[in-house]
């Protein structure tokens, strides 16, 4: 702050320095209307000598123009200094409206001095004029020292101080995704790139419907990793908008891949476009704990409230039920109807049957426990309701159309695999959600086990709309197989939303054990914790205070958020806020981007036209050209209930000519 003496001191010199304008003006005004003052016989020949010895030493008066300037340039100064009243009526368009009047009148005047006038007329039009020019050229250089409005005042949302420099290197890796951008910085637009230098520490795509999440950053994903040779695990809600895309792109990047991968599709609404696969193929499952985790998928998925209930007796009982069929299915003839539609057949046979059958292996006696003591104690209500508890959710999944592609070898679920890289999708659909997702949850647990392995190609896992689906284990998979060579890329609108599916604890993990993060347009308590993620910033703030006998500005910093949770809330569409991680060798100094995602609209549209539907993949015609789909699938679901009447028959059948085993069961 300066001090009262030195305020006084610069006042001082601002006087002078005017006083200086103003006597150079009424030099200037003698000079060139001398004439007038010779006339008046005035006794002015000491200032005459005083002003031509002046002159001929500096040139000073060699131009009408030359003492105009200098009387301008001293006014000049002395406004500089001035300490004047603020004024928020002043505006910059009465600024220039007095300059516009003061240079006129000031200095285009020189032709006044050759009008055929009397002398004492030129030099009062004359006077007038420079007099006026001057009074107009002080008063906007008053004006501009009580000006208040400053260039923060301008910024009402106060872009300019949330606005930061972002990254401009392109920074490309065998592995990395890279995404163009467009920013604004002091009011400049700058062009960059987000590098996600290390997908395998996975990423979240957040946003509304309609931000442009999978358009901007998903889409952009899947044919990145595809040009760089990955073998994927693709989710598609809306199936086929995200199979088309790695269907076709895949199709033109082929030489990418050592081993030439093939490209697989699970869907359930048409069995033409599926290919076959078996989720619980006894090949993959080494112990009875692979039959829990398949079942445990599979209930969680047909009763989401059990998310949150996980190791409630009512929620064990039909889970541990479900495993131990899958088991006996698994070691029953070699695992040769070891399929989903199986299990669900033989659960939904006559209780008495099933846990004969079941507890006649000795390897799932102590596995069905909770129900044997309900059976021997005689709890026939509580057995009923355990057993319910299965067979209800369950007999929601049967359908021929599930039963035919769930009982099929076409391919197998190690997606990575060196010799076999696959790119594999799997279609949902909006408004058999319910349903498709309880068989879809039984692959993604499944391939989660199996792409988690050292020595397998890099490969990448994309849910599009995770809290759709129950994924078990990936918050196991996020924390853990970075080293493995396994990216993860989830999308979904809001954490309230995967909080609500996923259970408060499981959702915490995923939020918390990701490292590279795309939000567009978020709103509430997500926006709060994201603005928290970016930190703050160092901000300018002005505040004006306005009293009876003056105004006063003041500028201070403080420490504020980055991104506010409100901008967040705000985003267009294609703009995204969000962070990346960095490798060792890798330095990213700027991690955090707040930017609009460039996508050339017209190369989207150019491929996007010239995209082929996926083919059909099983012909279900005869000979004849007729279409025997629907005859086919329902010969393999008769198939099914039969083959599990055949196992019962021969099973009670085995237990009955064992004298030992029937003796034992029937002390049971």
């Known amino acids: 702050m300066q001090s009262e003496d030195d305020l006084r001191g610069l006042a001082k010199v601002m006087d002078f320095m005017r006083a200086i304008s103003i006597v150079l003006v009424l030099i200037h005004i003698y000079w060139y209307c001398h004439a007038y003052f010779v006339s008046m016989n005035y006794n002015i020949t000491i200032i005459d000598k005083i002003l031509i010895n002046f002159h001929n030493n500096t040139g000073l008066f060699n131009h009408n123009i030359i003492t105009k300037l200098f009387a301008v340039l001293f006014l000049a100064l002395s406004c500089l200094g001035t300490k004047g009243v603020k004024n928020q009526k002043v505006t910059w368009s009465k600024i220039i409206l007095f300059l516009v009047l003061g240079i006129l009148f000031f200095f285009i005047n020189w032709w006044m001095l050759d009008l055929m006038l009397p002398i004492a007329s030129k030099a009062v039009l004359y006077t007038s004029a420079i007099t006026t020019g001057y009074l107009f050229l002080l008063l906007s250089g008053v004006l501009i020292s009580r000006l208040i409005k400053l260039n923060m005042m301008d910024d009402v949302f106060n872009i300019e101080n949330e606005s930061f420099m972002q990254e401009m290197r392109f920074m490309d890796n065998e592995y990395a995704v890279n995404l163009p951008t467009r920013f604004w910085y002091r009011k400049k637009q700058y062009n960059g790139w987000i590098n996600v230098v290390n997908p395998f520490r996975a990423t979240i795509v957040l946003g509304t419907p309609g931000s442009g999440k999978s358009y901007a950053v998903i889409n952009n994903y899947i044919k990145q990793q595809i040009e760089k040779g990955f073998s994927m695990y693709i989710y598609d809600y809306k199936f086929p908008d995200l199979s088309e895309i790695a269907y076709n792109h895949l199709m033109n990047h082929t030489q990418a891949y050592p081993v030439k991968p093939t490209f697989y599709v699970i869907n359930f609404d048409d069995p033409r476009k599926s290919h076959r696969c078996n989720p619980i193929n006894p090949a993959f499952m080494t112990d009875i704990s692979d039959a829990y985790e398949s079942a445990y998928t ?344 039969q083959d599990v009447k055949d196992i019962v028959n021969s099973e009670m059948e085995r237990i009955k000519n064992d004298p030992e085993l029937t003796h034992l069961i029937q002390q049971k």
């Open 298 to 641: 599979i209930m969680l998925n047909l009763n989401r409230s059990w998310i949150q209930k996980q190791g409630d007796f009512f929620v064990e009982s039909p889970i541990i039920l479900l495993a131990a069929i899958i088991w006996f299915l698994k070691i029953y003839e070699g695992g040769k109807y070891c399929t989903f539609p199986h299990a669900i057949e033989f659960l939904n046979k006559k209780y008495a049957d099933t846990f004969t059958i079941l507890t006649s292996y000795p390897e799932l006696e102590n596995y069905l426990s909770p129900f044997m003591d309900a059976w021997e104690g005689g709890a026939q209500d509580q057995l009923q309701g355990q057993i319910a508890s299965a067979k209800i959710p369950l007999s929601r999944m049967i359908s021929p159309a599930l039963y035919w592609v769930m009982t099929g070898d076409d391919f197998t679920l190690d997606i990575n695999n060196p010799k076999e890289p696959k790119v594999l999708v799997v279609g949902n659909n909006p408004d058999r959600q319910n349903i498709y997702s309880a068989a879809l949850g039984l692959y993604n647990s499944r391939i989660v086990k199996l792409i988690n392995k050292k020595g397998k190609l890099k490969s990448s896992v994309i849910i599009d709309e995770l809290p759709t689906i129950y994924f078990r284990g990936l918050d196991n998979l996020i924390a853990t197989a970075r080293s493995n060579k396994v990216a993860v890329c989830l999308g979904f609108q809001d954490y309230s939303q995967l909080t609500r599916d996923y259970g408060d604890k499981e959702s915490k993990v995923i939020q918390n054990t990701v490292g590279n993060i795309f939000a567009g347009q978020v709103v509430g308590e997500t926006a709060k914790v994201l603005s928290e993620r970016f930190g703050k910033i160092l901000q300018k703030r002005q505040s004006m205070t306005i009293n009876r006998q003056d105004k006063s500005t003041s500028i201070s910093t403080q420490l504020d958020s980055l991104i506010p949770a409100s901008k967040i809330a705000n985003l267009s569409q294609g703009m995204f806020v969000g962070a990346v991680s960095d490798n060792f060798d890798e330095r990213i100094e700027q991690k955090i981007f707040h930017c609009e995602i460039v996508v050339d609209n017209e190369k989207v549209k150019r491929e996007t036209a010239r995209y082929e539907q996926i083919p059909e993949i099983v012909n279900f015609r005869d000979v004849d050209g007729n279409d025997r789909m629907k005859e086919q699938i329902q010969l393999n679901y008769d198939r099914i209930k």
